[in-house]
């Protein structure tokens, strides 16, 4: 088992940055790839970007460019620096880890608000 806790989420302005943080717990050792993804009102889940072990990083196209990956092994924490926020950028953010086979593991969420 995997737990995931995401911190860092809360309301900016258009044009600000936050940065997420996502705690991983139990067998981090079964995971191979951790990553975000976002669900915004009325929208299916998306992917954000994800990160192997080894640091090899994919990012959605709407996050190239203005987002950045990256992950603290030592502290087994996995990062999302979020810079030129959009309204549309809105959503609750979630935190996924997925071992080599089985079903994933997913944080509760985190929700993002980019407002005037």
């Known amino acids: 088992q995997v737990q995931l806790v995401e911190s860092g989420g809360g309301l900016v302005q258009p044009g600000g940055s936050l940065r997420l943080s996502c705690a991983a717990s139990g067998s981090i050792f079964s995971i191979s790839v951790m990553g975000w993804y976002r669900q915004g009102p009325g929208k299916q889940r998306q992917l954000v970007a994800t990160?192997?072990?080894?640091?090899?990083?994919n990012y959605a196209d709407s996050a190239k460019g203005r987002f950045t990956i990256s992950r603290d092994g030592a502290k087994n924490t996995v990062y999302l620096q979020m810079n030129s926020l959009k309204p549309d950028d809105t959503a609750v953010y979630y935190c996924n880890a997925r071992p080599p086979a089985g079903v994933d593991y997913w944080g509760p969420g985190t929700q993002v608000t980019v407002s005037s």
């Open positions: 990160i192997t072990r080894t640091g090899g990083t």
